[in-house]
């Protein structure tokens, strides 16, 4: 993220140049995308200053929420992986570092000896408590989208993952 505001929209622009350059047919998807991946950046730097102060990054955060919300505080491995739509080497990842601060353990399975149980201790639950209570007052709470448009963008998306098979 830059940090400072230009005088023109730098998107509008490439549609410009896309159009001129003979690709005007696609400019409109062109656009769609660019538009998406900026607004990732701009929401994710938004969400990564709020959970910060916690030592915690979005996928972290998503890991701990997911199990603060499971009925024992656990889950195996690989479900969480398929709940959190990520590759289990990412959460693998992110289990070993909320490891190292004390906000999850991993166990056995008590019945599958190949199978690793990730479980939030009650540190890393009145961690993700808290960092929840920040994130909705400051991220959530207010997108930076006016509140009828929020339902449109949520319905488009939404599409957009139906056609890539996520559910």
Sequence with gaps: MSGRSMSF?????????WTE??????????????????????LLARVEAVLRPYGLT???????????FSRSGSLPIAKASDRLQVHVTS?????????EAGLVLREPHPTDGRTTIV?????GR??????TVALNRDVFGNVGIPGEKITGLVDAIHSLRHDAGDF
Excluded: C, K, N, Y
């Design 9 to 17: 929209d730098p998107i509008e622009e490439a549609r410009a140049h």
């Design 126 to 131: 009145s961690t993700v408590e808290t960092a």
């Design 91 to 99: 959460v693998t990842h992110a289990i070993r570092r909320l490891e």
């Design 58 to 68: 979005f996928a972290r955060f998503e890991l701990l929420r997911l199990l603060a």
């Design 21 to 42: 350059s003979g690709w005007g047919d696609v400019a409109d998807g062109m656009v769609a995308v660019t538009s998406v991946m900026r607004a990732h950046q701009i």
């Design 119 to 123: 479980a939030i201790t009650d540190t």
